[in-house]
């Protein structure tokens, strides 16, 4: 069967930036499972991976625009400590849920000041190339609730 629209697909996959060091990587693990044509994975992925079957294997390099989307740096805001929630230190890198016009969103804290902190709404792989090797290690229909959904039931998926 082949990978299209409402299939499920499970992948094993890594994920290096230009530099070739390694983001992010299924391999060890469970493979990846997502509905196919439904917004699940970045669309550049979705586009390379329709059409491919069990035991494919591919190669690609997706630009930002295709990835995470380009840097905003209208997203990166100075936000006083008085605003930032009391306890753990504040350190570089750290990350926090925040509510953002539409909804909750991840911000990363990239520069201290002494009574203030930066902080970046982008994606942290946003304005990144995406250089993923993928294999494919099957396919099959989706259930029509998995459809409905939008994820995958069951094992190595979600579970509600
Ligand atoms: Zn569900």
Redo the contacts with the bound molecule.
């Keep these: 069967m082949q990978i299209k629209k409402h299939t499920v697909a499970a992948i094993q996959y890594t994920l290096k930036d230009d530099s070739g060091e390694v983001i992010d990587s299924s391999s060890g693990g469970e493979p990846l499972t997502y509905v196919h044509g439904v917004g699940g994975l970045i669309p550049g992925l979705e586009a390379e991976l329709d059409g491919k079957r069990a035991g494919d294997a591919l190669k690609v390099r997706i630009a930002p625009a295709q990835g995470y989307g380009e840097r905003d740096e209208n997203l990166v805001a100075r936000v006083p400590r008085s605003q930032m929630p009391s306890g753990a230190p504040l350190e570089v890198g750290m990350q926090f849920q925040a509510r953002g016009p539409e909804g909750a969103q991840v911000v990363t804290l990239v520069r201290l000041e002494d009574d203030a902190v930066w902080l970046d709404a982008n994606h942290p792989l946003a304005g990144m190339h995406l250089n993923f090797e993928v294999s494919v290690v099957s396919v099959r229909a989706a259930a029509p ?2 459809i ?4 995958v ?1 069951g094992e190595g998926g ?1 579970h ?1």
């Design positions: 609730e998995e409905e959904h939008g994820h039931h979600h509600h």
